[in-house]
Nanobody
Framework: QVQLVESGGGLVQAGGSLRLSCAAS????????MGWFRQAPGKEREFVATINWSGGSTIYANSVKGRFTISRDNAKNTVTLQMNSLKPEDTAVYYC??????????????WGQGTQVTVSA
């Protein structure tokens, strides 16, 4: 069982940065892949980034590659998404998820409640 709580969302101007954090509880965190997804109003939840259990492997959506960085600290049970050069199209609710290394929603069995990110033009 893994429980996830996201934080760090907010309102930022285009070109700005935000840092999202996900605090996890549960003994399986250090062996789980972690992912970030996002969902904009009226759209399906989409993959943003994933990191494997050790932090040694990451995958990014093409839309965020070079701007976002996912990292994890297994000693602190946290995963972070550093978002730079934000664009209005990055506006969405961002979700943290735990599961296997995957770019699809079905690859993750545990989800946080989400945190809103709004990027103004």
């Amino acid at each position: 069982q893994v429980q996830l709580v996201e934080s760090g969302g907010g309102l930022v101007q285009a070109g700005g940065s935000l840092r999202l954090s996900c605090a996890a509880s549960g003994r399986t965190f250090s062996t789980s892949a972690m992912g970030w997804f996002r969902q904009a109003p009226g759209k399906e939840r989409e993959f943003v980034a994933t990191i494997n259990w050790s932090g040694g492997s990451t995958i990014y959506a093409n839309s965020v590659k070079g701007r976002f960085t996912i990292s994890r600290d297994n000693a602190k049970n946290t995963v972070t998404l550093q978002m730079n050069s934000l664009k209005p199209e990055d506006t969405a609710v961002y979700y943290c998820a735990a599961g296997r290394t995957s770019m699809v929603v079905d690859g993750y069995g545990y989800w946080g409640q989400g945190t809103q990110v709004t990027v103004s033009a």
